[in-house]
Nanobody, 119 residues
Framework: QVQLVESGGGLVQAGGSLRLSCAASGSIFSDNVMGWYRQAPGKQRELVATVTSDGYTNYADSVKGRFTISRDFAKNTVYLQMSSLKPEDTAVYYC?????????????WGQGTQVTVSS
């Protein structure tokens, strides 16, 4: 069983910054993708950013240039550095890890952390 624990959410003013952390534990396959997703009330959960086990990154257009995803392999932790925050970034942010092995897919989620950006 894999556990993902997020931290770092909070209330910030527009233009401010936050760094989210996700600590992973358990039996995680070496070839994996970790990422951040977010969900606002009444809306679908959406991709924010992903990073592969060899460091390739992908970002939603809405956060490109403002957010940075990174991994600390020694600590088994993924981060999301958020800058120039906008009220539209307000959501619950979830950490995700996924991979496939022998044609079986695996998908794990953290509990979520609230980010609120005031105008």
């Amino acid at each position: 069983q894999v556990q993902l624990v997020e931290s770092g959410g909070g209330l910030v003013q527009a233009g401010g910054s936050l760094r989210l952390s996700c600590a992973a534990s358990g039996s995680i396959f070496s070839d994996n993708v970790m990422g951040w997703y977010r969900q606002a009330p009444g809306k679908q959960r959406e991709l924010v950013a992903t990073v592969t086990s060899d460091g390739y990154t992908n970002y939603a257009d809405s956060v490109k240039g403002r957010f940075t995803i990174s991994r600390d392999f020694a600590k088994n932790t993924v981060y999301l550095q958020m800058s120039s925050l906008k009220p539209e970034d307000t959501a619950v942010y979830y950490c995700n890890a996924e991979w496939s092995h022998d044609y079986v897919g695996y998908d794990y989620w953290g509990q979520g952390t609230q980010v609120t950006v005031s105008s």
